[in-house]
Structures are given as structure tokens and as C-alpha cells.
């Protein structure tokens, strides 16, 4: 006998798979209860109807990427060796655990087929996903910047600039449904880290010996 958790876990992984297999419209509460293995009954008792469950589906897959997410912003390099290869470093963890894995292609999934159908849903999540994101990413760049590695006005821009230059050169893949590979996930991070601290990397300022002769 499977715990009620368990097959809440169920409910919600076979219900993901199904709306981004079928979309909203062609799923339906026989064909998910039949893929996680419980009855028509069960799902109804844990969520009501089919709107409920795309809403609750959302919310616990955002749950599970954030607690990815916040796992990997704890390895941030705050106090780095090599700053650009730390970066990089980090990037690759970032879009491998947070942006390949199983949930996060069911959230962009999601968010395609039925973003403009319920806008509100998916508003909820932005504030809820990568809104909290943002803001603890900013807030380790601002100290960054305030250690002197970096030169940045806005953190929470940086912040974003940093996550769409990472996820840049994958997203075309991504939609393909291609797989990616370590090197492809460094070759991206490497270019976007190199990007990023063009906008963003301290500028040494020129010694006088470094000034070019004024002729006499």
C-alpha cells in the first residue's frame, strides 16, 4: 500500500506528463489516474477537477525546481579564485540541475500550451519561480560587486541579464527536445560568462606607464 503522500507525488508527475503530452484539452482524469496508478476516485479526492490539478501541478513542480535552485545558488562562488571559470562553473550546475532536468522541461512545457489560456496561473508562478530567484541571484552579485569583482548598478538587472545569457544559446535545443551534453552545457556557459563580465567585470584603470607619450 503506497503512503498518501506517495501518491500524491504520483498524481502530480503523471498528471505533468500528461498535460504536456496531450495539452489541457486532451487530458483527462481516466488517462492520468491510469498512468499514476490510482483510481479515477483518488485524483478527485486530492484535487477536485482538472483545473485544480493543472494549478496544483504548477505549484509543486515550481516548489520542487526552487528547492533545486536554491541549492545550487548555495555552491555560488562569493568568494572566487578565478572568477570567470568560477562563474562558469556555477552556470553549468545551474542550467543542469534547474533549467534540463525533468521539471523544468515540464514548466516550459506548460507555460507554451497554456500560458495564454490562463495567464493568472502562470503570473502566480513567475512571482513565486523565477521571481525568487532573481532576487537571492541579485542579491550575491551586490556582493560581488561590493567585494570589488564586479562593477554593477542594478543587481536585480545583472541578475536577469546573467540568467537570459546562460539559457541563450540552449533554448532553441531545449524546444527541439534535444539532449545535452556536458560540453555543450560548458561551450554555452563559457560564452555567456564571457558576455556577462564584458557588461559587468571590474575595469582596471590604466597605470601611467601604461598612458601613452605626449610629444613635446
Not at 19 to 45: H, M
Not at 157 to 171: T, V, Y
Request: charged share 25%.
Amino acid at each position: 500500500m503506497r503512503s498518501h503522500n506517495a501518491k500524491r507525488v504520483s498524481i502530480i508527475d503523471a498528471a505533468a506528463n500528461v498535460f504536456c503530452r496531450e495539452g489541457f484539452g486532451g487530458a483527462n482524469i481516466d488517462l492520468i489516474a491510469a498512468e499514476a496508478g490510482v483510481s479515477r476516485q483518488t485524483v478527485y479526492n486530492h484535487h477536485g477537477d482538472k483545473e485544480n490539478l493543472l494549478s496544483a501541478v504548477v505549484s509543486e513542480i515550481t516548489e520542487r525546481c526552487n528547492a533545486r535552485s536554491f541549492a545550487v545558488l548555495g555552491t555560488f562562488p562569493d568568494h572566487p579564485g578565478d572568477l570567470e571559470a568560477d562563474l562558469v562553473a556555477f552556470a553549468v550546475r545551474l542550467n543542469k540541475n534547474c533549467l534540463c532536468d525533468r521539471d523544468g522541461k515540464f514548466l516550459r512545457k506548460l507555460i507554451q500550451t497554456e500560458g495564454e489560456r490562463n495567464p493568472q496561473l502562470f503570473a502566480s508562478w513567475r512571482n513565486e519561480g523565477p521571481g525568487k530567484i532573481w532576487s537571492a541571484l541579485a542579491a550575491r552579485f551586490a556582493r560581488l560587486a561590493f567585494s570589488g569583482h564586479l562593477e554593477i548598478d542594478d543587481p536585480d538587472a545583472a541578475a536577469r541579464q546573467f540568467l537570459a545569457l546562460i539559457n541563450a544559446d540552449l533554448q532553441l535545443p531545449m524546444l527541439l527536445g534535444e539532449p545535452l551534453g556536458e560540453d555543450q552545457l560548458k561551450a554555452s556557459a563559457t560564452s555567456a560568462v564571457r558576455t556577462f563580465l564584458r557588461a559587468f567585470g571590474r575595469r582596471v584603470a590604466a597605470s601611467s606607464s601604461d598612458a601613452p607619450a605626449i610629444p613635446a
